[in-house]
């Protein structure tokens, strides 16, 4: 089945330590996007790639990094950097569906906590 | 100006009643728009898609486009306990082309009570 896998689900980081959460997807979509969380919120935008080895900024980009080595992975670094990391985090894809138009469609989340 | 706006709600309806939800985008060159359902703890899902004016169905589901007023709603008939989620709603500039990034709002939450 075509899908997005994100992992780890769960994720514990302490202050100051780097993670990397990871995203793969087979759905054969050129563009891939993280967004962030928070309780109560909506989606914010962290980055997205819409062709390998190529990606932009979002809303919320400070204290992240990202590559797009291969067309089916997306990975996204949470650095020191960032001074609120505990979030869910979601990867998604964007591609053809129904009537030619664009879908969005997500992977099932990586919950970080900073302890 | 955000460039979608929802009521956050919460909203709640008895079960058996009609659940109107309610968007607003601030881009009229909007051509895709997209309401998203998620649970708690959950990422969300795809409930529907619409393009055109006018409305579109889906089982018990309603989407609405008016793109004159740059409004977009969803009505959920028959409402059911089940159907107590947060419901995004999500605009999009392009339609064939995955070129850019859909906006979303920030969500409105529905409870459906028994």
């Known amino acids: 089945d075509g899908g997005i896998t994100q992992s780890p689900k769960y994720l514990f980081r302490k202050e100051g330590q780097n993670v990397t959460l990871s995203c793969e997807q087979n759905l054969n979509h050129d563009a891939m996007y993280w967004y962030r969380q928070d309780p109560g919120q909506g989606l914010r935008l962290i980055y997205y790639s819409q062709i390998v080895n190529d990606f932009q900024k979002g809303d919320i980009a400070e204290g992240y990094s990202v590559s797009r080595e291969k067309k089916e992975s997306f990975p996204l670094t949470v650095t020191s950097a960032q001074k609120n990391p505990t979030a869910f985090y979601l990867c998604a894809s964007l591609g053809r569906g129904r009537a030619g138009a664009n879908v969005l469609t997500f992977g099932a989340g990586s919950r970080l906590t900073v302890l | 100006q955000k460039e979608v706006e929802q009521n956050s709600g919460p909203l709640s309806v008895p079960e058996g009643a009609i659940a109107s939800l309610n968007c607003t985008y601030s881009d009229r060159g909007s051509q895709s728009f997209f309401w998203y359902r998620q649970y708690s703890g959950k990422s969300p899902e795809l409930i529907m898609s619409i393009y055109s004016n006018g409305d579109k169905e889906d089982g018990r589901f309603t989407a609405q486009l008016n793109k004159a007023s740059q409004y977009v709603s969803l009505l959920i008939r028959d409402s059911q306990p089940s159907d107590s989620a947060t419901y995004l709603c999500?605009?999009?500039?392009?339609?064939?082309?995955?070129?850019?990034?859909?906006?979303f709002g920030r969500g409105t939450q529905l409870t459906v009570w028994p």
């Open positions: 999500a605009v999009n500039r392009n339609r064939g082309s995955t070129l850019g990034r859909l906006y």
